[in-house]
C-alpha cells in the first residue's frame, strides 16, 4: 500500500514566534525582551540558521533577541558564515563574531585581470592587525557583540528573560557579566509555552513530515518478515523516506527509526522469527520539524497475551484520543488512559506520559508532556503525538501513536489515518 498526497512546496521560512503572544507574556512578567539561546528556539524566532557553531551547544554562538515591543525586530548575534542568512532573514540589529572556517567575499573584486593574491588582499583589506580565527568559536566574542545588540536595541539596563535551560552552568557566570547591569531571570518555560503553539508554517511542515512518514512506513510493511534485522530494516526506511520526498519534492528530509521486536525488544538482536510482535516507532523530519508515528505488527499468529496487551493499550488510546480538543488538560488525558489500564486488568501499568508536543527540538519530543504533572490546557493550533506503548521483555515492545493537531473544535489527525489502530497479523 502507498499513499501519495499532493507535493508541499517548503518555501524559506520566516521566523515562526508569534510576537503578539510573546508581547502578552511579557508584559504579564514584566520583561522587555527574550533572550533565546537554543539553536533551535534561534531558528523558530529569526527564520534564520544559528550555524554549525551552535553544534557545540556552548552560549555566545548563535543568539536572538526578542523586545517585548512586536514592532521591533529581532536582533540577533551570529557567526560570519552564516549572518548572510540572518540579514536577509531581517534580524535587525545583526552582530556578527568570526569562527573558525576562512573565508572572504571577492565578489565586488572579480572582473579584473589581478591574480588571486591581489583579489584575496582587497577582499580583506578591513581585517583589523593580527586578524586570527579561534579553533570553533570565541565565547567572549559572541557575548560583546549580545552587549552591543542589547545597547542598540536601548535593552542594557532591561529586565532580560532568558532561555536559562539552552545555557551551561560553565557559561552562566560569563553571560551575567556580559548583559550586566540588566537584570536576568529564567523564561524557559514561557519559551517552552510559545514554541508550543505553531504557526501556519510550522503545522505545514509537520504535515508534510506526517505524510511521508506514513506512505514511507506502509511501504515498509512488506519488508517486514522473519529474517528481517533490525539494521536492515532501519536503513530501509531511510531509503523510503528519501524516495517518497523526492516523488514529493520535498527538500531537507532526514529520518529517524526506532524498530525493535521479539523478546527483547529494546536490543532486537538477530532477526524477525515466527510469531515476533514487531513495534515500529519512526519519523521522518522536513526542514528540523519531525514527524512521530507509531504502529504494532506481528508476523505471523503471535501469543495469545500479546493480542490481550494490544487490545488493552488500542482501548486506552480510543479513550484518551477522543478527549482531544480545546480546554482539555493533558493531565486528565494521562489519567484516563492509565484509568483505563487499570480498569483493563492491569494495575501495575504506569507509563509516566502518553505523549509530546512536536516541533524542532533536538529529537523528536519536547514540550508539553500528556502527564499527570503536568499543567496544560489544549489549545488550537498544537501538534501532539499522542501514544499508548508498553515494552514487556519476554512477549514484545507494543505501542499505538498518531500526530494530532488541535483545533478549534477538536482535534485532526495529521498522520496515522491510513494506518489501522488494530495488532496487524502480517504473513
Same mark, same amino acid.
Given at each position: 500500500?502507498?499513499?501519495?498526497?499532493?507535493?508541499?512546496?517548503?518555501?524559506?521560512?520566516?521566523?515562526?514566534?508569534?510576537?503578539?503572544?510573546?508581547?502578552?507574556?511579557?508584559?504579564?512578567?514584566?520583561?522587555?525582551?527574550?533572550?533565546?539561546?537554543?539553536?533551535?528556539?534561534?531558528?523558530?524566532?529569526?527564520?534564520?540558521?544559528?550555524?554549525?557553531?551552535?553544534?557545540?551547544?556552548?552560549?555566545?554562538?548563535?543568539?536572538?533577541?526578542?523586545?517585548?515591543?512586536?514592532?521591533?525586530?529581532?536582533?540577533? !548575534?551570529?557567526?560570519? +558564515?552564516?549572518?548572510?542568512?540572518?540579514?536577509?532573514?531581517?534580524?535587525?540589529?545583526? #552582530?556578527?563574531?568570526? *569562527?573558525?572556517?576562512?573565508?572572504?567575499?571577492?565578489?565586488?573584486?572579480?572582473?579584473?585581470?589581478?591574480?588571486?593574491? *591581489?583579489?584575496?588582499?582587497?577582499?580583506?583589506?578591513?581585517?583589523?592587525?593580527?586578524?586570527?580565527?579561534?579553533?570553533?568559536?570565541?565565547?567572549?566574542?559572541?557575548?560583546?557583540?549580545?552587549?552591543?545588540?542589547?545597547?542598540?536595541?536601548?535593552?542594557?539596563?532591561?529586565? +532580560?528573560?532568558?532561555?536559562?535551560?539552552?545555557?551551561?552552568?560553565?557559561?552562566?557566570?560569563?553571560?551575567?557579566?556580559?548583559?550586566?547591569?540588566?537584570?536576568?531571570?529564567?523564561?524557559?518555560?514561557?519559551?517552552?509555552?510559545?514554541?508550543? #503553539?505553531?504557526?501556519?508554517?510550522?503545522?505545514?511542515?509537520?504535515?508534510?513530515?506526517?505524510?511521508?512518514?506514513?506512505?514511507?512506513?506502509?511501504? +515498509?510493511?512488506?519488508?517486514?518478515?522473519?529474517?528481517? *534485522?533490525?539494521?536492515?530494516?532501519?536503513?530501509?526506511?531511510?531509503?523510503?523516506?528519501?524516495?517518497?520526498?523526492?516523488?514529493?519534492?520535498?527538500?531537507?528530509?532526514?529520518?529517524?527509526?526506532?524498530?525493535?521486536?521479539?523478546?527483547?525488544?529494546?536490543?532486537?538482536?538477530?532477526?524477525?522469527?515466527?510469531?515476533?510482535?514487531?513495534?515500529?516507532?519512526?519519523?521522518? !523530519?522536513?526542514?528540523?520539524?519531525?514527524?512521530?508515528?507509531?504502529?504494532?505488527?506481528?508476523?505471523?499468529?503471535?501469543?495469545?497475551?500479546?493480542?490481550?496487551?494490544?487490545?488493552?493499550?488500542?482501548?486506552?488510546?480510543?479513550?484518551?484520543?477522543?478527549?482531544?480538543?480545546?480546554?482539555?488538560?493533558?493531565?486528565?488525558?494521562?489519567?484516563?488512559?492509565?484509568?483505563?489500564?487499570?480498569?483493563?486488568?492491569?494495575?501495575?501499568?504506569?507509563?509516566?506520559?502518553?505523549?509530546?508536543?512536536?516541533?524542532?527540538?533536538?529529537?523528536?519530543?519536547?514540550?508539553?508532556?500528556?502527564?499527570?504533572?503536568?499543567?496544560?490546557?489544549?489549545?488550537?493550533?498544537?501538534?501532539?503525538?499522542?501514544?499508548?506503548?508498553?515494552?514487556?521483555?519476554?512477549?514484545?515492545?507494543?505501542?499505538?501513536?498518531?500526530?494530532?493537531?488541535?483545533?478549534?473544535?477538536?482535534?485532526? *489527525?495529521?498522520?496515522?489515518?491510513?494506518?489501522?489502530?488494530?495488532?496487524?497479523? +502480517?504473513?
Amino acid at each position: 500500500m502507498t499513499i501519495i498526497h499532493p507535493a508541499l512546496p517548503i518555501a524559506t521560512m520566516a521566523g515562526h514566534i508569534d510576537r503578539d503572544r510573546a508581547a502578552r507574556l511579557m508584559q504579564a512578567t514584566g520583561l522587555d525582551a527574550l533572550v533565546l539561546a537554543a539553536p533551535e528556539s534561534f531558528g523558530w524566532a529569526t527564520g534564520a540558521p544559528a550555524g554549525v557553531a551552535a553544534n557545540w551547544r556552548r552560549l555566545g554562538a548563535a543568539i536572538a533577541v526578542v523586545p517585548a515591543d512586536p514592532t521591533r525586530p529581532v536582533g540577533a !548575534v551570529v557567526s560570519d +558564515l552564516f549572518a548572510g542568512a540572518a540579514e536577509a532573514a531581517g534580524c535587525a540589529p545583526l #552582530h556578527r563574531h568570526v *569562527t573558525w572556517p576562512e573565508t572572504a567575499d571577492l565578489r565586488p573584486f572579480l572582473g579584473t585581470a589581478e591574480d588571486a593574491a *591581489t583579489l584575496v588582499a582587497r577582499a580583506t583589506a578591513q581585517r583589523p592587525p593580527h586578524f586570527a580565527r579561534p579553533a570553533t568559536f570565541d565565547r567572549a566574542a559572541g557575548l560583546a557583540a549580545l552587549r552591543a545588540l542589547l545597547s542598540d536595541q536601548g535593552l542594557s539596563q532591561s529586565r +532580560l528573560g532568558v532561555e536559562l535551560s539552552a545555557v551551561p552552568a560553565a557559561d552562566l557566570p560569563a553571560l551575567e557579566a556580559a548583559v550586566a547591569p540588566a537584570r536576568i531571570t529564567d523564561a524557559s518555560p514561557m519559551v517552552e509555552r510559545l514554541r508550543a #503553539h505553531k504557526s501556519p508554517a510550522e503545522i505545514a511542515l509537520l504535515r508534510e513530515a506526517g505524510l511521508i512518514t506514513e506512505t514511507a512506513l506502509l511501504s +515498509l510493511l512488506p519488508e517486514l518478515r522473519e529474517g528481517a *534485522t533490525r539494521a536492515a530494516l532501519g536503513q530501509r526506511f531511510g531509503e523510503l523516506v528519501r524516495q517518497v520526498a523526492q516523488r514529493r519534492g520535498t527538500p531537507a528530509v532526514t529520518a529517524w527509526e526506532y524498530i525493535g521486536f521479539g523478546a527483547s525488544p529494546w536490543s532486537s538482536p538477530g532477526g524477525i522469527a515466527r510469531g515476533d510482535v514487531v513495534k515500529v516507532d519512526v519519523g521522518a !523530519v522536513v526542514g528540523g520539524y519531525s514527524a512521530d508515528l507509531a504502529r504494532t505488527f506481528a508476523c505471523g499468529p503471535p501469543h495469545p497475551a500479546a493480542r490481550e496487551i494490544h487490545a488493552a493499550l488500542r482501548n486506552a488510546f480510543e479513550i484518551g484520543r477522543a478527549l482531544f480538543r480545546p480546554g482539555a488538560a493533558l493531565r486528565e488525558i494521562h489519567a484516563a488512559c492509565l484509568g483505563a489500564m487499570h480498569a483493563a486488568g492491569f494495575p501495575s501499568y504506569a507509563r509516566g506520559h502518553f505523549g509530546h508536543g512536536l516541533g524542532a527540538s533536538i529529537w523528536s519530543e519536547e514540550y508539553p508532556y500528556t502527564a499527570a504533572d503536568s499543567e496544560v490546557v489544549l489549545e488550537p493550533g498544537m501538534v501532539m503525538a499522542f501514544e499508548l506503548p508498553w515494552y514487556l521483555d519476554g512477549l514484545g515492545g507494543f505501542i499505538v501513536e498518531d500526530m494530532l493537531l488541535v483545533t478549534g473544535s477538536g482535534a485532526e *489527525t495529521l498522520a496515522g489515518g491510513g494506518l489501522p489502530h488494530a495488532l496487524v497479523e +502480517l504473513p
